[in-house]
């Protein structure tokens, strides 16, 4: 993976040359109740739909305004669909998920450590998540499970936020701390040294990660999605 440093400081410097003037005309973020102006009216970025916060927030859980699932609400139904998938991997459909994120592992290219990911693209460093895993050994089959845990609780939500960003980015983030940091030491006992690095899970990284496994797991919803939602949790 090599970058191009020029280009990257030159983009860089446009960007923060175009942030750093207000527009009037962004004078209000999107997000109903909020009087906050959007963040291309405060010189603040370019976003000419949301506020800092919303905007922030947006990147970390694929919405302005609705927050991403707590482990005491999701993991019931991670449980209930690992273990459907468990039980019905032999079917086609299952089968088929499951090699295709299998595939999604095994195509992500060379593992880069999670202190090395800086000036990727977020393309880059969604591949760089999918080879972590794979050096992790995480199975395929507990990545599939994850979005179909995801598409039943939202399908159970009665205040869900319904657009695939959201779904994607919610299934993303789980799958992405399966194995989200390297971990390295030099040394033995006291004197040893470690290091710990955890790429911030947000962004683009996590839509491209989303997008690539909704993909994977489409055909498994669309054929035996009925029969999975029957074992719901709710």
Same mark, same amino acid.
């Not at 693209?121 to 972590?132: I, L, V």
């Not at 947000?202 to 994977?216: I, N, Q, S, T, W």
């Given at each position: ?105 095994? &195509? #992500? ?6 202190? %090395?990911? /800086? =000036? ?7 591949? +760089? ?61 006291? &004197? #040893? ?6 790429? %911030?899970? /947000? =962004? ?7 997008? +690539? ?22």
């Amino acid at each position: 993976m090599s970058t191009n440093w020029t280009a990257k400081r030159e983009r860089k410097a446009e960007v923060k040359s175009r942030a750093s003037e207000p527009s009037a005309m962004f004078s209000r973020c999107r997000v109903v109740g909020c009087s906050r102006p959007a963040r291309a009216g405060t010189g603040d970025g370019l976003d000419t739909r949301f506020c800092r916060s919303h905007a922030d927030h947006y990147a970390r859980h694929g919405s302005p305004y609705k927050a991403s699932y707590k482990a005491h609400e999701i993991n019931p139904y991670r449980a209930a669909a690992q273990a459907w998938v468990e039980a019905n991997q032999s079917d086609a459909y299952v089968a088929n998920a499951i090699d295709r994120v299998a595939t999604l592992l095994r &195509t #992500a290219g060379p593992h880069v450590e999670a202190f %090395r990911l /800086r =000036g990727l693209s977020p393309q880059e460093r969604a591949k +760089a998540a999918w080879a972590r895993l794979r050096k992790a050994g995480i199975d395929p089959r507990r990545v599939v499970a994850t979005w179909l845990a995801v598409e039943m609780i939202i399908r159970d939500d009665p205040q869900a936020e319904r657009k695939a960003e959201f779904k994607q980015v919610q299934a993303a983030k789980l799958v992405h701390r399966m194995a989200s940091g390297t971990h390295k030491q030099w040394g033995e006992g006291p &004197t #040893a040294t470690e290091l710990h690095v955890y790429p %911030r899970p /947000r =962004g683009r990284v996590l839509r491209h990660m989303g997008e +690539a496994l909704e993909k994977a797991c489409e055909l498994l919803v669309e054929h035996r999605g009925s029969d999975l939602f029957k074992r719901s949790p709710n």
